[in-house]
């Protein structure tokens, strides 16, 4: 199983852009890269996910490097309500046994 | 679009019991995976369930089993309980497919005395 190794924390203020580092250095080629987050008290939701080019959604964008072995979770403007533990996974597409392989995360705090 | 739930969200249990805890998938989704989340630390996955057979185990003694019914809700079964299987225990359901995000419920807290 891919690990995945990030920051154990990281702090930004309200409005301004965070980009949350991760490293794989251990991922297959066919491994997707998967970002959750997770609110106290609440499990984990889902953020954004892809395999080798970057991605934009409405909560995010993923920023993979060309040779897979890092990616980078960009929130443009970060709020109040993005502080949160994220995790950066990898997605075992294997067989037919699609499992999430969780670090330990950061622990993002945005200041007011 | 009903979310995923599960049940108890809290739980007492001593020792050497065994517990069940309930989860019911999101509309639409056939698989239903099973982590284990120990306070401070990322999910660890226990197992998942597709179309009512395991398709996959973590590094989980066999005390820990599961089922999952023709809807596709499951259980989470762990017998002779430890006082290390004290946790947040998260259920996720998603589509069976390559890339699939999978759905978390708010998970059971369980406490082993």
């Known amino acids: 199983d891919a690990k995945t190794t990030q920051p154990n924390s990281m702090e930004s203020n309200e409005e301004e852009p965070v980009h949350l580092p991760c490293n794989h250095s251990?991922?297959?080629?066919?491994?997707?890269i998967h970002w959750y987050r997770q609110l106290p008290s609440q499990g984990p939701e889902y953020v954004i996910h892809g395999l080798t080019s970057n991605v934009n959604n409405r909560m995010a964008s993923l920023a993979i490097a060309e040779d897979r072995k890092s990616s980078t979770l960009i929130l443009h403007r970060a709020t109040l309500r993005d502080a949160a533990v994220y995790y950066c996974?990898?997605?075992?597409?294997?067989?037919?046994?699609?499992?999430?392989?969780f670090g330990k995360g950061t622990l993002l705090t945005v200041n007011p | 679009e009903t979310g995923v739930t599960q049940s108890p969200t809290h739980l007492i249990k001593t020792r050497g019991q065994q517990v069940t805890l309930r989860c019911s998938s999101q509309?639409?989704?056939?698989?239903v995976s099973w982590y284990q989340q120990a306070l401070g630390q990322g999910p660890q996955f226990i197992f998942q369930y597709y179309r009512e057979e395991e398709n996959g185990r973590g590094n989980f003694p066999p005390r820990f089993s599961g089922l999952q019914f023709p809807n596709y809700s499951s259980e989470l079964n762990v017998n002779a309980l430890e006082l290390d299987d004290s946790a947040l225990y998260l259920c996720?359901?998603?589509?069976?497919?390559?890339?699939?995000?999978?759905?978390f419920g708010p998970g059971t807290r369980l406490l082993v005395l």
């Open positions: 251990t991922i297959s080629g066919t491994d997707y």
């Open positions: 509309s639409g989704h056939n698989t």
């Open positions: 996720a359901s998603s589509l069976t497919g390559t890339a699939e995000t999978q759905y």
């Open positions: 996974t990898s997605h075992n597409s294997g067989g037919s046994n699609y499992k999430l392989t």
